[in-house]
């Protein structure tokens, strides 16, 4: 703790020296008298009074707080406590005896309860009847959403639905004639915009930071198909799911994420276009999930010596690496090594466009795709597939929100299907009666009562012929184990 102290003491001390004498109270700073020491500072003021003011040189937001901030909500979130381990008291055990190593990997096999987690966020309200837009990880898990407004009225809130691939979800709560925002285009934006952000960075309801667009189209490490808004506007833990407006006061983006390797901001701030956010959003209404074209290919980014490569004029395009055994692209004719140069008539610029536009294409409709093979271009047309969702997050869907099982698993990668051994499952997130049984992420689902799973499908139909407890063989390191899992009451 201290050198954080002293770097606050070293900040302070810097604005004290910045504006000249004065002294700090209560966290305020109140300026003293003017004196000899600082005349000449207003002599040099008088003299450039014809200088243009520092206030006509920099933006005035205060016009788009007022108008938008009141749309603007708190959200907290009420989560199921994962279960933490708690070790058995087997006294001492023989390191030589057989079942050493799994009360070693296994020290959890007695969870206990604890407390709820509690999490903050924010949202701003699209309709004056109460819908509400947020991300989706700020009400991952919930058990409770609770909505606050600025005048201090609080909501119990309804999970209309949420989409974890777009980092969107939609909210609602039982009240009429609320203030809105006004939704604009993140199309229109260009790099260099003044950008603002509203929301509640630790739970500081309310706050306005702002910065400028840093860039457009941004692909992650996380491999989602969103082409994220980067700003360098000051983003931290508790705005996820606020507002970012431009100028005009409409809102532009979502802000989901920031890069950081404190865990606060550091000049990285990232947000879901708005015009996507929409798209999910009417999409989370009407239908209750989310519908995705997909193509079947993994992609690339073209650069010079790709281009040179596949004689290519300007590195543009998505090249394609891999071919689905299958997929709706194979089955088309597509190879790997061709460059898709245009979806649909729209010229592709870089690999990070190409996800958004397939995605945005109704399963099952076909799309004409420009491609250029050995140096010659041509047209392919393709009937495009869906995009399936490997994770799962429950076996069946209960009233609220959890899985009759808990847990949200996909299927082994090759390199961890070698180091495994054998077909399973990954747990990602475990909830719910896995979690109190112990299961924790990084386990692999191998069986259920005996049956080898290899798939979500399949496992999700072993837990629903299931009755009213399971038993699923778990690898942990280099250990395996049955885990008997309480599943509550049969499901007719």
């Given at each position: 703790?201290?050198?954080?102290?002293?770097?606050?003491?070293?900040?302070?001390?810097?604005?004290?020296?910045?504006?000249?004498?004065?002294?700090f109270?209560?966290?305020?700073?109140?300026?003293?008298?003017?004196?000899?020491?600082?005349?000449p500072?207003?002599?040099?003021?008088?003299?450039n009074?014809?200088?243009?003011?520092?206030?006509?040189?920099?933006?005035?937001?205060?016009?788009?707080?007022?108008?938008?901030?009141?749309?603007?909500?708190?959200?907290?979130?009420?989560?199921?406590?994962?279960?933490?381990?708690?070790?058995?008291?087997?006294?001492?055990?023989?390191p030589n005896?057989?079942?050493?190593?799994?009360?070693?990997?296994?020290?959890?096999m007695?969870?206990?309860?604890?407390?709820?987690?509690?999490?903050?966020?924010?949202?701003?309200?699209?309709?004056?009847?109460?819908?509400?837009?947020?991300?989706?990880?700020?009400?991952?898990?919930?058990?409770?959403?609770t909505?606050?407004?600025?005048?201090?009225?609080?909501?119990?809130?309804?999970?209309?639905?949420?989409?974890?691939?777009?980092?969107?979800?939609?909210?609602k709560i039982?009240?009429?004639?609320?203030?809105?925002?006004?939704?604009?285009?993140?199309?229109?934006?260009?790099?260099?915009?003044?950008?603002?952000?509203?929301?509640?960075?630790?739970?500081?309801?309310?706050?306005?930071?702002?910065?400028?667009?840093?860039?457009?189209?941004?692909?992650?490490?996380?491999?989602?198909?969103?082409?994220?808004?980067?700003?360098?506007?000051?983003?931290?833990?508790?705005?996820?799911?606020?507002?970012?407006?431009?100028?005009?006061?409409?809102v532009?983006?979502i802000n989901?994420?920031i890069?950081?390797?404190?865990?606060?901001?550091?000049?990285?701030?990232?947000?879901?276009?708005?015009?996507?956010?929409?798209?999910?959003?009417?999409?989370?209404?009407?239908?209750g999930?989310?519908?995705?074209?997909?193509?079947?290919?993994?992609?690339?980014?073209?650069?010079?010596?790709?281009?040179?490569?596949?004689?290519?004029?300007?590195?543009?395009?998505?090249?394609?690496?891999?071919?689905?055994?299958?997929?709706?692209?194979?089955?088309?004719?597509?190879?790997?090594?061709?460059?898709?140069?245009?979806?649909?008539?729209?010229?592709?610029?870089?690999?990070?466009?190409?996800?958004?536009?397939?995605?945005?294409?109704?399963?099952?409709?076909?799309?004409?795709?420009?491609?250029?093979?050995?140096?010659?271009?041509?047209?392919?047309?393709?009937?495009?597939?869906?995009?399936?969702?490997?994770?799962?997050?429950?076996?069946?869907?209960?009233?609220?929100?959890?899985?009759?099982?808990?847990?949200?698993?996909?299927?082994?990668?090759?390199?961890?299907?070698?180091?495994?051994g054998?077909?399973?499952?990954?747990?990602e997130?475990?909830?719910?009666?896995?979690?109190?049984?112990?299961?924790?992420?990084?386990?692999?689902?191998?069986a259920?009562?005996?049956?080898?799973?290899?798939?979500?499908?399949?496992?999700?139909?072993?837990?629903?012929?299931?009755?009213?407890?399971?038993?699923?063989?778990?690898?942990?390191?280099?250990?395996?184990?049955?885990i008997?899992?309480?599943?509550?009451?049969?499901?007719?």
């Amino acid at each position: 703790m201290k050198p954080r102290l002293v770097v606050r003491s070293l900040i302070a001390t810097a604005v004290i020296a910045a504006v000249g004498a004065g002294a700090f109270s209560a966290g305020h700073w109140f300026p003293r008298e003017a004196s000899a020491a600082t005349a000449p500072v207003a002599l040099a003021s008088a003299t450039n009074a014809n200088a243009p003011s520092a206030s006509a040189l920099l933006p005035d937001f205060t016009s788009i707080v007022q108008q938008n901030g009141p749309a603007v909500v708190n959200i907290s979130v009420t989560q199921k406590s994962k279960a933490e381990p708690q070790v058995q008291q087997f006294g001492k055990v023989d390191p030589n005896n057989p079942f050493f190593q799994f009360f070693g990997q296994f020290p959890g096999m007695v969870p206990h309860n604890s407390a709820p987690e509690h999490a903050l966020g924010s949202g701003f309200i699209v309709s004056p009847d109460g819908v509400i837009l947020t991300n989706a990880h700020v009400i991952d898990d919930a058990t409770e959403v609770t909505v606050k407004l600025t005048d201090r009225r609080e909501f119990r809130a309804k999970v209309i639905g949420s989409d974890k691939p777009s980092d969107v979800a939609v909210l609602k709560i039982n009240a009429t004639g609320l203030p809105t925002v006004k939704l604009g285009s993140s199309l229109t934006e260009k790099v260099g915009e003044w950008v603002l952000a509203i929301g509640s960075p630790f739970g500081f309801e309310n706050s306005v930071t702002a910065g400028i667009v840093s860039a457009k189209s941004r692909s992650l490490p996380d491999g989602t198909y969103v082409p994220f808004i980067q700003t360098d506007v000051a983003v931290n833990p508790g705005n996820s799911g606020g507002p970012l407006f431009n100028m005009k006061g409409e809102v532009i983006g979502i802000n989901s994420q920031i890069y950081t390797r404190s865990g606060g901001y550091q000049g990285l701030s990232f947000a879901v276009p708005i015009d996507l956010a929409v798209k999910v959003k009417d999409q989370l209404q009407k239908f209750g999930k989310v519908s995705r074209g997909r193509l079947g290919v993994t992609i690339q980014e073209v650069n010079q010596q790709l281009a040179d490569s596949f004689g290519l004029k300007q590195p543009t395009g998505a090249l394609v690496a891999s071919v689905e055994d299958g997929g709706p692209a194979a089955k088309a004719g597509i190879k790997a090594g061709d460059v898709i140069l245009k979806f649909n008539g729209q010229a592709v610029a870089s690999s990070s466009e190409l996800p958004e536009r397939v995605a945005d294409v109704k399963p099952g409709s076909k799309a004409t795709l420009e491609i250029s093979r050995n140096g010659a271009t041509k047209e392919i047309e393709v009937k495009v597939g869906e995009l399936k969702d490997d994770k799962v997050a429950s076996a069946d869907t209960s009233s609220e929100g959890h899985g009759r099982l808990g847990l949200a698993v996909r299927p082994l990668n090759p390199d961890e299907r070698q180091q495994v051994g054998e077909k399973g499952l990954v747990v990602e997130q475990a909830s719910g009666p896995a979690a109190l049984a112990g299961i924790q992420p990084g386990d692999v689902v191998l069986a259920v009562n005996g049956t080898p799973v290899q798939s979500v499908a399949q496992l999700r139909a072993l837990v629903a012929k299931s009755g009213k407890t399971l038993a699923l063989l778990i690898q942990r390191d280099d250990g395996k184990i049955f885990i008997p899992v309480d599943l509550g009451k049969d499901q007719g």
